[in-house]
């Protein structure tokens, strides 16, 4: 066990603590390989009846997979050492993320503070999101030069209407009315009432039933009214604009809307990299059909040929590192990213049979 991820049996309950809080809890390859046998010991222990995840600091729950990492260290790399890098990290974080998907038990996320990109790979996969007032949820990697990954391209096409497609392109962020309005939260709890929330559930009656209705009345104590969702009330709007097949008519489609939420939304669109939010179209769509387990190879392909891009280290560098949110994309336009490049990025990777593990 590192320092960056806190393991602890307190009765029937495993307790997991993100403890990275300057780095807000990101993500990294270290805490992923501990993290995932510690799950399938406790997936395999009789005496464990639920997990609970949390992270440190009280700013953030956890604010992604740690691709700042990544991104410097294949800057300066050969090409072998930076397919290397890559593959270890996504490998490792798609393998945890279905080992939580396929958990068997109930798994709790609390969810206070800023959750994003990897954060929600932690915890829409497990059972219960208990979201608060400080929630800050979204999938910010358009601005990145990636693509919504962890699954995304499973959970986001399963919000309501095309609400997942605008956050997908977009990485609007929500707040906990939002995310229950979602359906990404399943209970919202005042954050200085989670220590209780942990307490309340390591102290439950397990024996009196199921364990996932222990877990569903200990939480029902706590929960409480989020209010209207900003989200919710933009949803006719949303689902006109982005229920489009290619980003050129969703861009046409908010131009007739004309309102000015569609002119700062197709200006928040512009910023983007142009071949991320083109992938992440395809990938959403075909998301649609697809369960998960066939989506999270389908973006572990992604992963590889998306972050062997220039436009990942430009958005690295341009979000993450100087922060000046100028970046240089390559191509600049959306018509300079033709359907055969889009194509060739969703293409098998040579000489890579990585599937993910057997379930269980």
Same mark, same amino acid.
């Given at each position: 066990?590192?320092?960056?991820?806190? *393991?602890?049996?307190?009765?029937?309950?495993?307790?997991?603590? *993100?403890?990275?809080?300057?780095?807000?809890?990101?993500?990294?390859?270290? @805490?992923?390989?501990?993290?995932?046998?510690?799950?399938?010991?406790?997936?395999?222990?009789?005496?464990?009846?639920?997990?609970?995840?949390?992270?440190?600091?009280?700013?953030?729950?956890?604010?992604?997979?740690?691709?700042?990492?990544?991104?410097?260290?294949?800057?300066?790399?050969?090409?072998?050492?930076?397919?290397?890098?890559?593959?270890?990290?996504?490998?490792?974080?798609?393998?945890?993320?279905?080992?939580? +998907? +396929?958990?068997?038990?109930?798994?709790?996320?609390?969810?206070?503070?800023?959750?994003?990109?990897?954060?929600?790979?932690?915890?829409?996969?497990?059972? +219960?999101?208990?979201?608060?007032?400080?929630?800050?949820?979204? @999938?910010?990697?358009?601005?990145?030069?990636?693509?919504? #990954?962890?699954?995304?391209?499973?959970?986001?096409?399963?919000?309501?209407?095309?609400?997942?497609?605008? *956050?997908?392109?977009?990485?609007?962020?929500?707040?906990?009315?939002?995310? @229950?309005?979602?359906?990404?939260?399943?209970?919202?709890?005042?954050?200085?009432?989670?220590?209780?929330?942990?307490?309340?559930?390591?102290?439950?009656?397990?024996?009196?039933?199921?364990?996932?209705?222990?877990?569903?009345?200990?939480?029902?104590?706590?929960?409480?009214?989020?209010?209207?969702?900003? *989200?919710?009330?933009?949803?006719?709007?949303?689902?006109?604009?982005?229920?489009?097949?290619?980003?050129?008519?969703?861009?046409?489609?908010?131009?007739?809307?004309?309102?000015?939420?569609?002119?700062?939304?197709?200006?928040?669109?512009?910023?983007?990299?142009?071949?991320?939010?083109?992938?992440?179209?395809?990938?959403?769509?075909?998301?649609?059909?697809? #369960?998960? #387990?066939?989506?999270?190879?389908?973006?572990?392909?992604?992963?590889?040929?998306?972050?062997?891009?220039?436009?990942?280290?430009?958005?690295?560098?341009?979000?993450?590192?100087?922060?000046?949110?100028?970046?240089?994309?390559?191509?600049?336009?959306?018509?300079?990213?033709?359907?055969?490049?889009?194509?060739?990025?969703?293409?098998?990777?040579?000489?890579?049979?990585?599937?993910?593990?057997?379930?269980?």
């Amino acid at each position: 066990m590192s320092d960056d991820l806190l *393991l602890e049996t307190r009765g029937a309950v495993g307790v997991v603590t *993100l403890n990275r809080p300057k780095a807000l809890n990101a993500l990294n390859l270290g @805490m992923c390989r501990t993290l995932h046998p510690a799950l399938d010991a406790w997936a395999a222990d009789p005496a464990i009846q639920a997990v609970v995840i949390r992270g440190a600091g009280g700013r953030a729950f956890c604010a992604g997979g740690d691709v700042r990492a990544v991104a410097l260290s294949v800057g300066d790399a050969s090409a072998d050492e930076k397919g290397r890098v890559s593959r270890e990290f996504f490998r490792a974080e798609y393998a945890l993320n279905h080992r939580i +998907h +396929h958990f068997g038990k109930p798994y709790v996320s609390l969810v206070d503070g800023v959750c994003m990109g990897g954060g929600l790979g932690l915890s829409m996969h497990g059972t +219960h999101r208990v979201v608060t007032e400080k929630l800050i949820l979204a @999938m910010p990697e358009t601005a990145l030069g990636l693509f919504p #990954d962890v699954g995304g391209g499973w959970f986001l096409p399963r919000f309501p209407g095309e609400s997942g497609t605008y *956050l997908g392109l977009t990485g609007a962020r929500c707040n906990a009315a939002d995310a @229950m309005w979602l359906g990404y939260g399943t209970h919202n709890v005042e954050s200085a009432r989670l220590d209780s929330v942990l307490e309340a559930l390591v102290s439950a009656p397990w024996g009196s039933g199921a364990a996932s209705s222990v877990v569903d009345a200990v939480l029902a104590g706590f929960h409480a009214d989020a209010g209207t969702s900003p *989200l919710s009330v933009q949803h006719a709007a949303i689902d006109r604009c982005f229920a489009a097949e290619r980003v050129d008519d969703i861009q046409q489609a908010l131009e007739v809307e004309g309102t000015p939420w569609a002119q700062e939304t197709w200006g928040t669109l512009l910023r983007m990299c142009p071949t991320s939010l083109k992938v992440t179209l395809r990938q959403l769509r075909m998301g649609r059909t697809r #369960d998960y #387990d066939e989506m999270a190879n389908v973006e572990y392909r992604l992963s590889q040929t998306m972050t062997a891009r220039p436009d990942f280290r430009e958005g690295i560098r341009s979000v993450l590192v100087d922060k000046d949110n100028k970046p240089h994309w390559k191509p600049t336009t959306l018509a300079e990213v033709t359907d055969e490049v889009v194509e060739t990025l969703f293409a098998p990777l040579p000489g890579d049979g990585w599937t993910l593990p057997a379930r269980g």
